[in-house]
């Protein structure tokens, strides 16, 4: 058995979640979120907490266990609180800035880059270039923040680039001239 997986899910006020075949609904003040169950687990809910039980002992089943738990959880968190990532503009002269639902980046390229923004998802930038993503879906906001990262990485003999708020960039020492 799966340690995550025997924990149970505190569902909050406000929060809905309806449990069909193979369908996981989840309702909130913030939107909705639905994903398809993966695995033999039932969902069990009662008194406003989840429990996600196994139906067999097959190895697949015990290693979705965790999985589906984290997800589902994911989803409850995402409905009530929502989630953010934030990433860090560096370099001199590289600047964001947001028109509309699209965030337009100045990085080093002729042309600025564009970035259009799904539905339910939002960005904002600062001054000191820190662009701040948020929405409810954890998966969906990973991607977009790591396709945002992917339009200049930052680089390792300098550090310019687009990195996470979090991310340490290990910088290469340059070429040197041996004098002998």
């Known amino acids: ?5 025997k924990m149970p899910i505190q569902v909050p006020k ?12 989840v309702k909130g003040p913030k939107g909705e979120l ?9 969902i069990k809910q009662e008194d406003g907490v989840l429990q ?3 139906r067999d002992d097959e190895r697949q089943t015990h290693c979705y266990h965790g999985l589906m738990r984290t997800l589902v959880n994911n989803m409850v968190v995402g409905v009530t609180e929502g989630f953010t990532r934030k990433l860090k503009i560096v370099g001199v002269g590289y600047r964001g800035e947001m028109k509309g639902e699209t965030l337009v980046l100045n990085v080093g390229y002729s042309k600025p880059k564009e970035y259009s923004f799904p539905k339910g998802v939002h960005a904002t930038v600062s001054k000191d270039g820190v662009i701040e993503v948020t929405g409810i879906d954890k998966e969906e906001l990973g991607d977009i923040a790591a396709q945002i990262r992917r339009i200049r990485k930052p680089d390792s003999y300098k550090g310019k680039g687009i990195r996470y708020i979090d991310e340490v960039v290990r910088i290469k ?3 040197s001239v041996s004098k002998g």
Do not use: W
């Open 1 to 5: 058995m799966s340690r995550i997986g």
């Open 14 to 25: 406000g929060v809905t979640v309806t449990v069909s075949d193979d369908l996981v609904k």
């Open 34 to 42: 639905s994903r398809k169950r993966v695995g033999n687990i039932e």
């Open 52 to 54: 996600l039980v196994t």
């Open 173 to 175: 020492p340059g070429k």
